[in-house]
């Protein structure tokens, strides 16, 4: 329906940016060891297993504590759940600058997983309070390309400033924290939440629940989402904590080289990121950008491992990026149109989904790492594409929920609860 925007605060853009800003924080903080990799192994003297739990921790950490976060944001307000989250994050990043052993980097790392964990539901909630319903498509595709644009940062900047600080990851760590610190710094000060009057009274019949939790995690098309992004971001991860490794071990590429060749992945899901989002925000469709994509993924993480001319291996990479970020803008505002989604379930769902995707981010890198030492990287790199299988699939048997839909069964109540949706664009 045409969406009413003399409604909408001009300040919803000031979130945004700050929304922007944060996101990108997180993906900044998470990766930043992935491309000095190798210096942080010979510095403390440790495996490729445990440098492997350096990088999944984090995940662990946000599958855990992403659902907290969502009831913090129940509790307090999306607002201070943020601000605890980002806070947290860069504290623990700064500290983990001053680390010289593992135990005491690891610390620092549960930590920033747990900030980045509590950060997880709010930006959705805030996005469904400050933006009209037509805006969602656009804005997700905005949000979608902070962790594109944080990856090709932390591959392409982070080997160059760690031979610009002395060849320390002390400082290169230390450094991203500053930053992040400000990123904090800037919600402080110019963060809002938009409070608003429901648009209508409790559906007589129904008690009210401390949380959305429950009835979030019983619909189905929910599940599928949280199965499809399990595998994705299993396989995702794994090939993004790797590539570099893999490239300086086993193709015998320096270590900026790799880097570089691995940043090629993250800078086509820029472009990816935006045209999936203008892709479903214009043709009003959701399902053409998600589980096609899923096979993009699956075929161009092969050719990587597999193929070995440095423009193949680029050509896989570009693949890669389209199947991974053209397909978020989707899935997202998929999840804001489900019937019986509202800006408050809204938080609470994303919480579920990226916890339970976050729990395959955290597996497999500290798996794979275990196994490598085994039966090789290689090998385990292309025995784990298996799981690539599993976003395809779900995405594929998900309903389409866009305005531009040519069959949708829609239950007889949700006109009024997407009306309570839609209320927010109408409210003072």
Known sequence: MPMDRSTLSPYRWVIEVLIFLALLSQAITWLAPAPILGPIITSLHISLSKAGLIISIIALCISIFSLLGALISERVGVLRALLMGIWLMAIAQILSG??????PL???RVLEGVGFGVMIAPPGTLTMQWFGEGEWPYINMINALCSYIGLTAVFSLT????????????RVVFAYGIAVAVVALLWTIFGRERHVIAAVEPVPGQGESRSN??????????RLIAIGLFGGMWVFQLYTAFLPQYFHVIRGMGLSEASAMTA?????????????GLGTGMTGLRKPFMWPLAIFTLVGCAGAIVMTEPIMIRISLVLVGIGAAGSLAAIVTMLMELPGMTPAKMGTGLA????VGYAGAFVAPFLGGALAAAIGLRAVMLAFLVFQFLPIGAMYMLPETGPGRTRYEIEPATPSIAADARGLDRAP
């Not at 001053?98 to 135990?103: E, I, Q, R, S, V």
């Not at 080997?159 to 002390?170: D, E, I």
């Open 98 to 103: 001053y680390c010289t052993t593992f135990a």
């Open 106 to 108: 690891l610390a620092c």
């Open 159 to 170: 080997a160059p400033l760690y031979l610009a600080l002395g060849s320390s990851w002390q």
């Open 213 to 222: 939790l429950g009835e979030v995690i019983r619909m189905r098309d929910v």
């Open 264 to 276: 090629v992945l993250p800078l086509t899901g820029i472009f990816a990121s935006i045209g999936g």
């Open 352 to 355: 579920f989904v990226w916890s």
